[in-house]
C-alpha cells in the first residue's frame, strides 16, 4: 500500500449512526450490519466496511484538486452480524482487514488508482505463494459500477466460481456469462392448452406430457424498482437473479408473491406463463429461450398449461437476455471454450465507487476552473484473517502447517533433543545466538520428550528446522526443511552459511 502511495491511519471501529443514514446504509446494508446504543441511546454501528468515515475525512480536511489523489487505508478489526458464522477465519462476526479508500478529480484518475491497487494486490498474493483468479463479480452491499475479486481457488472454499481453463475467463457463478450455444429449436406448431390438474413443478408437467423439462419454459414474476417482470427460463436451467438485475438495471429485485401473482396472471403460482400476461409486465427472456420454437409453459389458469408456444406468434419478448446461471459445461463468453465450476476462498475485492458516496454524503472539491466536484472514489478491501486461512489451505499436510516464509512466524525453530545434555545445550544456544542476529528464530527448549517437540515444530509448520541432538557430540547438526521434508547434516562451521543459503532459497521459491 505505501508503494502504491497509500497512507496509513487509524479508522473508528464504533461509528456513529449519522454517517451511515447520510449514505443510506443504516437500513440498505440489511441485518449484518452491527448496530448499537450507548447509553444515552444514540445509535452506532460497529463499522463492517469504511466508505462512510472516509469520506467524513476527506470532506473536512481536502478542499483542492492540488491535494489529489489521495490514498488512505487502515488495518483494523471490523464487525459483521454473520447470521451463520463459520469456517474459523473464512467467515466470522469479527476479522481484520485492510481497506484502502483513493480520491481522485476524476474518472482518469480513478483508473489509474484502480490499476495500482490491482496490481498492489498480485504483488501481495505472489508474495504469499498464494494460487489466485482475478473474477468479475458483483459489487454487493458496497455498490459501485466496476469491481474485481481476488480469490484462491480450493475446494474448501465458499466462492463458487466459474472459470474458462482455455482462455482464462473467471467470474464469480452469480454473474458468469454464457457464450451462444447450439439450441434443440423444436419445431412451429399449433398453440394447445391441456388440463394438467394439480401438477406445478417442471418435473411433474414434463413426466405427465411424456417430455422432458428442457422442452419447458419457467416463467418467473418479479417486482423491480416497482416494474413487473417476468423472466422466461428453460425448464432444466436456473433463473441468476444478479444477472436479471443486471441486465435491466434494476437496483431491487423482489420475488412476486402469491398475491402479486394472481394479479398479474390470473391464476395461482405454478400455472404462470408468457401468453396473454398482463401488458404492464416486462418480459424478459434467456438467449436460450428466444431461440427456442413450441415449449410448454403455465397457461394463466388454473391447472392448465400450454404447449406448442412460440415468441412472436404468441407472444412478444420485450427483452432477450442472459439471464440464467452457468452450469459445467455451458460455452465461454470470450472463446466458446468449456467453463468449468470451482470453489474458491474470496481474499480480495476492489471496487470503482464513483461519487456515489460523495455525492450522498456532500464531498466536494475545487477543481482548476473553481467549480465544486465530487470526489470520485474507489475502496480496495483486502481479508487479513481470512488470507491465514487461504495460506493454510494450500500450505499444510498431514502433519500440519508448512508456511511460506513470507507469512511464517518465525523462520527457523531449533529444536534441542536433550535440555540435559551440556554439549547438545550448549551447541543450541551458540546457534541461537548466532542465527538470531539474522533472522527470527524459535528456540524449543522444553523440558519435553524429542517426540512431542518434533510433532510441534511440524505442527505450527516453521519453514527450516535445526535439530540437536546426539550428534552434536561430532560438532553436527540436522538441518531440516518443514515443507519438503529435505534432511541433511551440517557441521557447525558451516551451519550458518547453509541456513542463509536455505533461507534465501524459501524466499525465491
Ligand atoms: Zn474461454
Known sequence: MNRAGGIEILMPALNPAELWQESERWTNFGPELFKLK???????????????????????????????????????????????????????????????YSFDRDEKGLDESFEKMRQAYERILQRLKLPYLILEAEAGAIGG?????????????????ILCRSCGYASSKSIAMIGDSEVPQGEETPLRKVHTPNLKTVQEVA?????????????????????????LVRGD????????????????LQMADGETIEKLTGAPMGFSGPVNLREDVLIVADKEVAKMKGFITGANEEDFHLIGVVPGR????????????????????????????????????????????????????????????????????LGVSRLVSAVAEIYHDEDGLCWPISVAPFDLIIILVNTQDDVQRETADKIYAQLSQKMSVLYDDREESPGVKFKDADLIGIPIQIVVGRKAMENKVELRVRRTREREDVSLEEIEDRVLSLWERLKEE
Open 145 to 161: 459500477k466496476y469491481t474485481l475479486e481476488f480469490t484462491v481457488p480450493t475446494p474448501s472454499g465458499e466462492d463458487e466460481v
Open 237 to 252: 436451467r436456473e433463473l441468476s437473479e444478479s444477472k436479471l438485475s443486471l441486465a435491466i438495471g434494476a437496483k431491487s
Open 314 to 381: 404468441d407472444f412478444s419478448i420485450s427483452m432477450v437476455a442472459d439471464i440464467r446461471l452457468a452450469v459445467p459445461g455451458d460455452p465461454c463468453p470470450k472463446c466458446q471454450g468449456k467453463l468449468e465450476e470451482i470453489r474458491g476462498i474470496e481474499v480480495g475485492h476492489i471496487f470503482k465507487l464513483g461519487t456515489e458516496y460523495s455525492e450522498k454524503m456532500k464531498a466536494y472539491f475545487q477543481d482548476e476552473d473553481g467549480s465544486l466536484k465530487p470526489f470520485v472514489m474507489g475502496c480496495y478491501g
Open 207 to 231: 413426466s405427465f406430457l411424456s417430455t422432458t423439462p428442457d422442452r419447458l419454459v419457467k416463467t418467473l414474476l418479479y417486482i423491480a424498482d416497482g416494474r413487473y417482470v417476468a423472466a
Open 38 to 100: 450507548d447509553r444515552t441511546g444514540r445509535d452506532f454501528c460497529l463499522a463492517p466496511t469504511h466508505e462512510e468515515v472516509s469520506v467524513e475525512i476527506v470532506r473536512r480536511t481536502i478542499k483542492s484538486y492540488r491535494q489529489l489523489p489521495l490514498l488512505i487505508y487502515h488495518i483494523q478489526t471490523k464487525f459483521r452480524d454473520e447470521p451463520r458464522p463459520r469456517g474459523g477465519l473464512i467467515r466470522a462476526k469479527e476479522f481484520v482487514m485492510k481497506d484502502l
